[in-house]
């Protein structure tokens, strides 16, 4: 197992397109969550799936954003009609419900120009 | 609700000296707390977590960190500072209740004088 796999690195898009961003947990882990992170501050909480259900929603999630999980494995999270506001470090990460122990993905950094 | 308070945005040590990077948190129910370290353009590293075991945890690189309920404190210390700690370190709470849900501090940044 190599951990947390997310894709693409690095992702710079015009404002107003769409994009998609991929996070692949550790293969046993069932909860997955959904971070980002602008400069200079803490990672702040997205939204979370146990399995396949999406759990918790942030307010911080507008309706621009949904994420996804459909089979309990991987997710992606869409934004659609990017702002600039966008641009962070989007971190997924995983773990085992109980047992408080989290991996992160090294993460997505979306630039909107 | 959760939060947590780092009480220090930047912290400046020499070499070979001290750290200590202070946090408060609050939580409504028994919280399990972590710190984790980011590099630059690194990803997040788990330090060191405390769930309710023993209230002096250690971690990895010789960092450990008191639980202190009276207090609502876990200030992360290491005895001597080395080049490489130098980072962005983040006290993190997470209640069972909350989907286990990380809430981060805003960080501090280590920075270490050689």
């Known amino acids: 197992d190599t951990g947390v796999s997310q894709n693409p690195r690095h992702k710079i898009t015009k404002r107003g397109q769409n994009v998609t961003f991929r996070c692949d947990p550790i293969?046993?882990?069932?909860?997955l969550y959904w971070y980002r992170q602008t400069l200079g501050q803490g990672p702040e909480f997205l939204t979370y799936?146990?399995?396949?259900?999406?759990?918790?929603k942030s307010r911080l999630l507008s309706d621009r954003f949904s994420a996804e999980r459909p089979k309990g494995s991987f997710s992606t999270l869409e934004i659609q009609r990017t702002e600039q506001g966008d641009s962070a470090m989007y971190l997924c990460?995983?773990?085992?419900?109980?047992?408080?122990?989290?991996?992160f993905g090294s993460g997505t950094r979306l630039t909107v120009v | 609700a959760q939060s947590v308070t780092q009480l220090d945005s930047h912290v400046s040590v020499s070499e070979g000296t001290p750290v200590l990077l202070r946090c408060n948190y609050s939580?409504?129910?028994?919280?399990?707390l972590f710190w984790y370290v980011q590099h630059p353009n690194k990803g997040l590293q788990l330090l060191l977590k405390?769930?309710?075991?023993?209230?002096l945890v250690k971690g990895i690189n010789g960092f450990e960190a008191e639980f202190k309920k009276s207090e609502t404190s876990f200030h992360l210390t290491k005895p001597s500072a080395h080049m490489s700690d130098a980072a962005e370190y983040f006290c993190?709470?997470?209640?069972?209740?909350?989907?286990?849900?990380?809430?981060f501090g805003g960080g501090t940044r280590l920075m270490v004088k050689p």
């Open positions: 990460a995983s773990s085992l419900e109980w047992s408080g122990g989290y991996t």
């Open positions: 293969s046993e882990h069932n909860r």
């Open positions: 799936f146990q399995n396949e259900a999406q759990l918790e």
């Open positions: 939580s409504s129910y028994s919280p399990s």
């Open positions: 405390y769930t309710s075991a023993a209230t």
């Open positions: 993190v709470v997470s209640e069972a209740n909350a989907g286990n849900m990380l809430t």
